[in-house]
Structure formats: C-alpha cells, structure tokens
C-alpha cells in the first residue's frame, strides 16, 4: 500500500467538520501519486459526491476536454479539492471546513510533490495564491509558492455558465501545457 492509499484510507473516515453528516461519500483525490501537475478544485459538487471522484459531472467532462486540448489527462494529473466532502446546496466552503480539510491536502501535496498547481477557480484560487485574488483579473498568471509554480483558472463550471471566458482559458490552458513540457 502507497502513503497516498495510506491516507486516503485515513480520510475516509473523516468527522472533523460538519460536512461529515451530509457526505455521501468523501472525495479524496485522484491520479498519479508522482504527477507533475496537480488541479485543485474548492469541494465536490453532487455528481462526486454521489461516486466519490472529483470532477465527474458537466464540469468534469469540460475539465477532461479541456486536459486533452493540451495533451494531459487524468492518467498524467492529480485532481483533488480543498475539502473533501460537498456543501450542502454546493454553496463555497466555509473558512472552518476548508481548515478542517487543509491538512488532508497538505499531505497530498507531500506526497504527491507536484511542480505546478492550478486552482480551479477562485476560492482555491483564494486559499493557495492570495486571499484577495481577483479570478477576472489574475487568471493565466504564474505565482511562485513554496517552491512551485501556481496558477489559477476558471472553474469548469463557471466556463459552462459564462462561455465567452473560454478563448482566455484556452491561452490559459497553453501556458500550463509550455510550464508542464519544461517539468
């Protein structure tokens, strides 16, 4: 058994939050154990809560989409969120649930040791970048953190409300493929 199974079996047994009670499942993360590139999302939605993967749903389709437009895909890339287990109504996590959940990721990122992070969206956005990031503003952008290269992208699911944002994050998406070719 790996660290990473190690802790995921350690995970799903969480009740440091609330969230425990409304969980059908807890969302741990998947992927690679020794990927260069790790996506990290703010909490699962109803479809992952519902089979226990991240990003299953629409948003997860255009995620995958939009993985293979820059030959990556979940065989290459580790995909997790800041908490594990959904929001009720899919509403943001609260700060107390996000630091709940944080050493869970935190370990992930020990083990995982992945040379570039996107944030999907801006509440991760918030939580590894800077906690006035401006997603409109800052998208596309390379922070230097802890040694790694971060940068943040629009959710999936907010490109399926707001299409018109997609040209930006396909020049988003080709500065991860050029950073992620030079790991």
């Keep these: 058994m790996t660290e990473l199974e190690k802790l995921r079996g350690e995970c799903l047994g969480c009740r440091r939050c609330g969230l425990c009670e409304t969980r059908t499942n807890v969302v741990f993360g998947v992927g690679p154990e020794d990927a260069k590139v ?6 699962p939605g109803e479809n992952e809560d ?14 995958d989409d939009m993985l293979e437009l820059i030959d990556l895909d979940r065989g ?7 908490v594990k287990c959904r929001p009720p109504r899919n509403r943001d996590p609260l ?17 995982i040791n ?26 596309g952008v390379w922070f230097e953190k802890d040694g790694r290269r ?28 050029k950073a992620a070719r030079e790991l």
């Design 38 to 43: 790790m996506f990290i999302g703010e909490g």
């Design 50 to 63: 519902l089979q226990g993967e991240p990003f299953v749903g629409r948003a997860g389709k255009l995620l």
């Design 76 to 82: 290459k890339v580790y995909i997790a969120n800041m």
């Design 95 to 111: 700060p107390t649930e996000q630091e709940a959940c944080a050493p869970w990721l935190k370990r992930q990122l020990e083990i």
């Design 114 to 139: 992945p040379g570039l992070i996107v944030c999907l969206g801006r509440i991760a956005a918030m939580r590894f970048i800077r906690s006035d990031f401006k997603i409109s503003r800052e998208h």
């Design 150 to 177: 971060v940068m943040a992208l629009y959710h999936p699911a907010a490109l399926l409300r707001a299409p018109r944002t997609r040209p930006e994050t396909f020049e988003d998406l080709k500065r991860i493929q």
